[in-house]
Nanobody, 124 residues
Framework: QVQLTESGGGLVQAGGSLKLSCAAS????????MGWFRQAPGKEREFVAS????????YYVDSVRGRFTISRDNDRKMTYLQMNNLKPEDTAVYYC?????????????????WGQGTQVTVSS
């Protein structure tokens, strides 16, 4: 079973940037899509972005498209989320996830493994 460990969260002012990282322990990493979700207090977990097994087909929720960029490094078994022009409504715990196949998007049922999450707080 893969272990996913997020890092890079923190407190930032509106308009600022953060880069989240996710390290995977899996022996096989490159066969599966990777993604980021977030959950704000009192709200359901929300899809943020995903990327296919080869680094192709990035997909974003409308609210972050143009501000966030997902990427991966299969050699290092790492997934990243570059977040620019952050807004207070981006405040949430961000989770890294691994899908059960080479491509996946917002359907929660497509995602098999989850990290513990990293807090992102954006002040106004």
């Amino acid at each position: 079973q893969v272990q996913l460990t997020e890092s890079g969260g923190g407190l930032v002012q509106a308009g600022g940037s953060l880069k989240l990282s996710c390290a995977a322990s899996a022996h096989v990493f490159s066969d599966y899509a990777m993604g980021w979700f977030r959950q704000a207090p009192g709200k359901e977990r929300e899809f943020v972005a995903s990327i296919g097994w080869s680094g192709s087909v990035p997909y974003y929720v409308d609210s972050v498209r143009g501000r966030f960029t997902i990427s991966r490094d299969n050699d290092r078994k790492m997934t990243y989320l570059q977040m620019n022009n952050l807004k207070p409504e981006d405040t949430a715990v961000y989770y890294c996830a691994q899908a059960g196949g080479p491509y996946a998007q917002s359907d929660l049922g497509s995602w098999r493994q989850w990290g513990q999450g990293t807090q992102v707080t954006v002040s106004s």
